[in-house]
């Protein structure tokens, strides 16, 4: 088989952008005066601006491995309530539950709640009181526990949530790598905790 020749083509010219194209730089200015809706000079008004929060270098997929014995529990108001209702010890329950020290933390909003639920709940109060849990100030404005203890463990993932508010744990459960530690059955139950003991 042979070679096609190639045969020249006469008349041929090379192309040669445009004096109007957009791409030159003196037109450059002239094509975003012509269309604004097409500026780059930043997000529009009306355009909503999405930020991803960076997820904690503790976690691993779903595995949080900032959580180590002493476990950091942070104590909700119904759960202090439960716990009186079934009669349990507070540190005893939970060391059984977890099979390691516990440090029971208690938010000044939780005892702001529990002072303003009145005499009804005044020996749940008196264990709050205890010196042998850590208590910590607030800082901010009111005195709702759940967003109080959501906020803290968005901050800090070192902790568990002890809770049995069903609202609280459904918000809680959206938070990866924190477990929740309820009342259930005359004993404390943990879930989402790695490498606890099966129920």
């Given at each position: 088989m042979?070679v096609?020749k190639?045969?020249?083509?006469?008349?041929?010219?090379?192309?040669?952008?445009?004096q109007?194209?957009?791409?030159?730089?003196?037109?450059?200015?002239?094509a975003?005066?012509?269309?604004?809706q097409?500026?780059?000079?930043?997000?529009?008004?009306?355009?909503?601006?999405?930020?991803?929060?960076?997820?904690?270098?503790?976690l691993?997929?779903?595995?949080?491995q900032?959580?180590k014995?002493p476990?950091s529990?942070l104590?909700?108001?119904?759960f202090?309530?439960h716990t009186?209702q079934?009669?349990?010890?507070?540190?005893?329950?939970?060391?059984?539950?977890?099979y390691?020290?516990?440090?029971?933390?208690?938010?000044?909003?939780?005892m702001?709640?529990?002072?303003?639920?009145?005499?009804k709940y005044?020996?749940a109060?008196?264990?709050?009181r205890?010196?042998?849990?850590?208590?910590?100030?607030?800082?901010?404005?009111?005195?709702?526990?759940d967003?109080?203890?959501?906020?803290?463990?968005?901050?800090?993932?070192?902790?568990i949530v002890a809770?049995?508010?069903?609202?609280?744990i459904?918000?809680?459960r959206?938070?990866p790598?924190?477990?929740?530690m309820?009342?259930?059955?005359g004993?404390?139950v943990?879930?989402?905790?790695p490498?606890?003991?099966e129920?």
């Amino acid at each position: 088989m042979g070679v096609a020749k190639k045969t020249r083509k006469f008349a041929t010219v090379k192309r040669i952008i445009g004096q109007r194209d957009a791409r030159l730089k003196k037109n450059a200015g002239k094509a975003d005066e012509m269309n604004p809706q097409n500026t780059k000079t930043g997000p529009a008004k009306d355009q909503v601006v999405r930020e991803i929060p960076q997820m904690p270098s503790g976690l691993f997929f779903q595995h949080n491995q900032a959580l180590k014995p002493p476990y950091s529990v942070l104590v909700d108001t119904n759960f202090l309530s439960h716990t009186i209702q079934r009669k349990l010890p507070l540190l005893e329950s939970m060391m059984d539950c977890l099979y390691a020290k516990c440090i029971p933390i208690i938010t000044s909003c939780v005892m702001a709640e529990l002072e303003k639920l009145g005499p009804k709940y005044r020996m749940a109060l008196r264990i709050a009181r205890d010196e042998r849990w850590e208590h910590i100030k607030c800082d901010h404005k009111g005195t709702y526990a759940d967003d109080c203890i959501v906020d803290r463990v968005m901050q800090h993932r070192v902790y568990i949530v002890a809770t049995n508010d069903k609202d609280l744990i459904r918000r809680i459960r959206k938070i990866p790598g924190v477990p929740i530690m309820n009342v259930a059955r005359g004993k404390y139950v943990i879930e989402r905790l790695p490498g606890a003991p099966e129920t």
